[in-house]
């Protein structure tokens, strides 16, 4: 089984995060690693928390020549801004964020529980996807995440965007400030992004992650608990600030007749030696899962995050001491981060693919995981080719 757990506070000593049952064999291309969490540093509307940190994540154990060994890796974000001892405690929870009911949970004061909570921990989870991401290259999947909305303001790609192959949408994606697929649209986005800022206000918005290439067979329909599409709404729900995950057209199937809403199997001999073995689809609403199983189709979510909670123009609260009416506590914050919610959700995305990966094809080594994905295809196309 392949899992991670994170540890650590948005103002202690770091950020780290457990990797465990990762396949020995790959190469821990630290350079990546390092990319991925630079990316979720940067997009248009980041505050000043970011001025402070150059995020890199130190491998502190597991590996060998640059070489993962099979054995628990742990990787340490470092924070720069580590005060955690001296920052003063708060009274006046944010709607919205997880101090009320935190503090009365646990019994703490709101510090501990927006230490905890703070987006700062996804670091670690950056961290972690990124290493499943050099996981799933070993095996051609690639995994392609963007921001699809900001605000009110659209920036879903054109059609013909999403042929282009995943290496060509992501220089798409790096050449926009915001993590666009839509560069040519970003003015509209950041105007709506410097207005909120400008009045105190904060904005959300939607992010698309994109798996391609992976095999058919990930996940199962034979138990709830197993099933891809359920682990990826899990794995999107639980990032900060995430309202809503939608797999494929999602939403909009519900309003659509069943002969609209899926996506018919055409067999194409060219194709046998391809991901899809044949089996064809000329439409994906399904997103690349049916029955709780990849299909081979790219898989696509979506995921909705609400605006910030933290407000200079705070919203009204009560002091938890004198339950007097006052505005929530400001401490600085960002006006809008949907675009390193797009880089959080890309990489937490790949650690669920790769940990189906494993569930399926066995996980001590990448040669071992290549062999049976091979014998696996290779036994369909004799059954069925
Ligand atoms: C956050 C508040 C801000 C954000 C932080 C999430 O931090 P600070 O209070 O230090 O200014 O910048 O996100 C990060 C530090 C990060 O690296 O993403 C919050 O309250 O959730």
Not at 23 to 35: H, M, Q
Not at 196 to 203: H, I, Y
Not at 304 to 329: C, G, H, N, Q, W
Request: glycine share 10%; aromatic share 6%; net charge negative.
């Amino acid at each position: 089984m392949l899992t991670y757990l994170t540890a650590g506070e948005s103002h202690g000593k770091g950020i780290a995060a457990l990797v465990d049952g990762f396949p020995a064999g790959v190469t821990l291309d630290a350079e990546f690693i390092a990319r991925e969490l630079q990316r979720r540093q940067s997009g248009y509307g980041r505050g000043g928390r970011q001025a402070i940190e150059t995020d890199a994540a130190e491998i502190l154990t597991g590996v060998l020549h640059g070489v993962s060994m099979g054995s628990p890796i742990l990787l340490w974000v470092k924070n720069r801004d580590y005060k955690l001892e001296s920052m003063p405690e708060l009274t006046r929870p944010r709607p919205g964020h997880a101090d009320l009911t935190g503090a009365l949970k646990y019994g703490v004061g709101i510090r501990p529980i927006l230490e905890r909570s703070s987006a700062r921990e996804t670091a670690g989870r950056v961290a972690a996807g990124a290493l499943a991401q050099l996981l799933l290259r070993e095996f051609g999947i690639e995994v392609v995440g963007y921001v699809e909305r900001v605000g009110a303001v659209d920036l879903a790609p054109e059609a013909a965007t999403l042929a282009f192959t995943p290496t060509e949408q992501r220089r798409l994606r790096d050449s926009s400030e915001l993590f666009s697929l839509r560069p040519d649209a970003d003015d509209a986005a950041k105007g709506a992004i410097d207005a909120a800022k400008e009045s105190g206000d904060t904005l959300g918005g939607v992010v698309v992650t994109r798996v391609y290439n992976a095999p058919f067979g990930l996940g199962t329909h034979a138990q709830w608990s197993r099933k891809l599409d359920g682990k990826l709404a899990q794995a999107v729900a639980a990032i900060q600030a995430f309202k809503g995950v939608e797999i494929g057209a999602g939403f909009e199937l519900a309003s659509l007749p069943g002969s609209r809403a899926h996506d018919e199997i055409l067999w194409d001999e060219a194709r046998v030696r391809t991901r899809s073995l044949g089996f064809v689809r000329p439409t994906n609403r399904a997103g690349g899962v049916e029955g709780g199983m990849s299909n081979s189709e790219p898989i696509v979510v979506r995921g909705a995050m609400k605006p910030i909670p933290t407000l200079r123009k705070p919203l009204r609260s009560i002091d938890l001491e004198t339950k007097e009416a006052v505005e929530a506590s400001f401490e600085r914050s960002d006006a809008c981060a949907i675009s390193a919610a797009s880089v959080v959700m890309e990489n937490v995305v790949a650690f669920e693919i790769a940990a189906a990966l494993v569930e399926k094809f066995g996980g001590d080594s990448v040669r071992e995981i290549r062999e049976r994905i091979e014998l696996f295809e290779e036994t369909i196309r004799n059954r069925f080719a």
